[in-house]
């Protein structure tokens, strides 16, 4: 997912984030990454699992594809179903797709207990995905629309007042707008140009790419 832009729109986070929780003296380090694929998720992991390799536990969840087709987590030694099952849980919560989450503990001395554990993993994965950040990523379509110079600023201020986003402009013996126009809505966009010019609009089909709301 991603790449073939099969589907219209999802939830996702915007950068990399870590963020650190202090329970009963344990610390517990959440690590996030937006990811395409899964080789990219378990590269993550690895990598984090080196960078802490002295760490207590590196436990991780992640859920990746159009259909959330790929879910893995993992406990990295904690009882059964008290870290990697809460990450994933949260990544669920939150309807995120192509996210990876690791959480590195470093034991305190003090044993939390499993409902313990359970509330200090999920915690921790939501307050990293929060702090990286979520966004809807929706897919939308270049229209490239050409008209003469005359109706420039026409077009420019109904395109900014129907909050249509410009992505460029190319100036040659004509102007050359690129539209940002939601996939599936192309139609309407060529419609408002076309009675907005009186027809004098030449408009084509560009890529298709996600924009991030």
């Known amino acids: 997912m991603g790449k073939d832009f099969s589907i219209l729109e999802y ?34 992991i690895d990598e984090i699992k080196r960078k802490h390799y002295d ?12 259909n959330d087709q790929v879910q893995k987590a993992s406990d ?40 313990g554990l359970i509330r200090a993993y999920g915690q921790a994965a939501a307050d990293g995905i929060h702090k990286a950040g979520i966004v809807q990523r929706i897919m939308h379509t270049e229209v490239k629309a050409t008209v003469d110079y005359t109706w420039v600023g026409k077009v420019e201020n109904e395109l900014h007042s129907k909050v249509y986003k410009i992505a460029g402009k190319e100036y040659t013996d004509k102007v050359t707008f690129t539209i940002l126009a939601k996939a599936g809505e192309e139609a309407v966009l060529e419609k408002l140009l076309t009675e907005l010019t009186n027809g004098q609009v030449e408009i084509c089909y560009g890529s298709r790419i996600y924009v991030d709301i």
């Open 76 to 115: 990295d030694g904690e009882p059964s179903g008290t870290a990697g099952k809460p990450i994933l849980e949260v990544i669920k919560k939150e309807r995120l797709k192509n996210v990876v989450v690791v959480v590195t503990r470093y034991f305190g001395g003090i044993m939390l207990g499993a409902g």
């Open 55 to 66: 760490a207590t536990h590196n436990c991780s969840a992640y859920m990746i594809g159009e």
């Open 11 to 44: 939830r996702t986070i915007t950068s990399s984030a870590e963020h650190t929780n202090i329970v009963k003296k344990s610390k517990f380090i959440a690590h996030v990454k937006p990811v395409e694929t899964e080789n990219e998720a378990i590269a993550f």
